[in-house]
């Protein structure tokens, strides 16, 4: 048995078969992005603790098959195919998750664009899509969210509820050719503390999970990525289940903590 099996085979061990048992049994959670990388090695983790998971990105066959992998391990999950770029599709993907699950308990803000270049450089495009999936997407999920969330703090099994955004070590280090990457970054860290004063005595605990260099879809093997990486090998970098595992340290934690930010570099990282 290979190293990542034995992670594996230990991580079952503790947790149990998908679904059963454990401390997120009765509760649903939305995740966003989840077609690949840290979206998908999310939603794997919250399902062996438990949760019934709504899957939202816009690659339905991605959707599709993840879903058939949870289902097949003894999970629930259903895919909700949307452009959160819209925020009327994100705002509905929230409300499709109520409607088709009946409730939500967790939500995790995962989706998100970056594209690195000097600004004389860079294509407005660009910046429009950053902004629009992640900052305003993260605006219309959160809202939209909100009181359902605050209703399973009244009526759900743990007395409590989660809103996680996953943003970036660029939100706190701003670095050069980043600049807009990193703005949509940091507003996300200003707009999480502000909800989280707002809600926090309510029972919605907020977090933030910023990860440093992590091999997804949108790093590896990118020229801007590995400039960022300031000649750190990728085999160095955070795995997506290294933040999986940050994202359920928080939603797991009893109802009086509130873990409310973790940053994650990988070991070798100097920034």
Known sequence: ??????????????????????????????????????????????????????????????????????????????????????????????????????????????????????????????????????????????????????????????????LVTVSSVAGRVPRKNNSVYSATKHAVGAFSEALRQEVTTRGVRVGLVEPGMTQTEMTMGAASSASAARGMPEEAWLRADDIARAVLFMVTQPAHAAVNEIMVRPTAQEH
């Open 1 to 162: 048995m290979g190293v990542k099996n034995e992670r594996e085979a230990t991580a079952g061990e503790q947790h149990g078969a998908y679904g059963v048992g454990g401390p997120l049994s009765g509760c649903v959670a939305l995740v966003t992005g989840a077609s690949s990388g840290i979206g998908a090695a999310t939603a794997s983790a919250l399902a062996r603790q438990g949760a019934t998971l709504a899957l939202a990105a816009r690659r339905t066959d991605r959707l599709e098959e993840l879903t058939g992998v949870l289902s097949g391990q003894g999970a629930t999950a259903v895919p909700l195919t949307a452009d959160l770029r819209d925020a009327g599709q994100a705002s509905g993907a929230v409300e499709e998750t109520v409607e088709r699950l009946g409730r939500l308990d967790v939500l995790v803000n995962n989706a998100g664009y970056g594209a690195r270049s000097a600004v004389e450089e860079s294509d407005p495009e660009d910046w429009d899509r950053m902004v629009d999936l992640n900052l305003k997407a993260v605006l219309a999920t959160s809202q939209a969210a909100l009181p359902h969330l605050l209703g399973a703090v009244a009526e759900g099994p743990r007395g409590v509820a989660d």
